[in-house]
T-cell receptor, first 111, second 114 residues
């Protein structure tokens, strides 16, 4: 069974701090996605990484796909209160029509 | 372009009742997936429909069922509700079944079972 494990589960930081969220698996994934979910909303796609070692930047967010395509990280520089939310990594299950999600990392950025 | 619409947004049921949730995907999207989200389990895959056919099903009991209509709208039904069915039910649509593509989620239907 393919699993995605995220760490940490909860993170509470002050505005301006940097942070990294990790998404790990013992399985190889053809691609990984990161979503952000705000209270009362559904998840919204932030990025898809498909190549081992790939790095993508979205303003203050940097996403990296591990060389072996078993892990990914999300780094936020100078976090802002607007970054508060649930961050989810997700990857396609082998030969299935479903997307497997990690448990999520709840981020709270205090002003 | 309108997003994914889920109805109802909130509902309260009692144990033993049944519930039907509706999802209207983005126009042109043929794939609809359903997920159950709870604080303890995260997002758990329920099923995925493509062109009215259920293509994959998660590890949920037979009380959970769904269907997709010719206009791609989808419904899911939960019969004989249990307390543990309380959750946010999310519907997501995509243009096709390519799993590297983006899933567009609705705001969810929050079900409370008393």
């Amino acid at each position: 069974t393919q699993l995605l494990e995220q760490s940490p589960q909860f993170l509470s930081i002050q505005e301006g701090e940097n942070l990294t969220v990790y998404c790990n698996s013992s399985s190889v994934f053809s691609s990984l996605q990161w979503y952000r979910q705000e209270p009362g909303e559904g998840p919204v796609l932030l990025v898809t990484v498909v190549t081992g070692g790939e790095v993508k930047k979205l303003k203050r967010l940097t996403f990296q796909f591990g060389d072996a395509r078993k892990d990914s990280s999300l780094h936020i520089t100078a976090a802002q209160p607007g970054d508060t939310g649930l961050y989810l990594c997700a990857g396609p299950g082998d030969n299935t029509g479903k997307l497997i999600f990690g448990q999520g990392t709840t981020l709270q950025v205090k002003p | 372009k309108a997003g994914v619409t889920q109805t109802p947004r909130y509902l309260i049921k009692t144990r033993g009742q049944q519930v039907t949730l509706s999802c209207s995907p983005i126009s042109g999207h043929r794939s609809v997936s359903w997920y159950q989200q709870t604080p303890g389990q995260g997002l758990q895959f329920l099923f995925e429909y493509f062109s009215e056919t259920q293509r994959n099903k998660g590890n949920f009991p037979g009380r959970f069922s769904g269907r997709q209509f010719s206009n791609s709208r989808s419904e899911m039904n939960v019969s004989t509700l249990e307390l543990g069915d309380s959750a946010l039910y999310l519907c997501a649509s995509s243009l096709d079944r390519e799993l590297t593509g983006e899933l567009f989620f609705g705001e969810g239907s929050r079900l409370t079972v008393l």
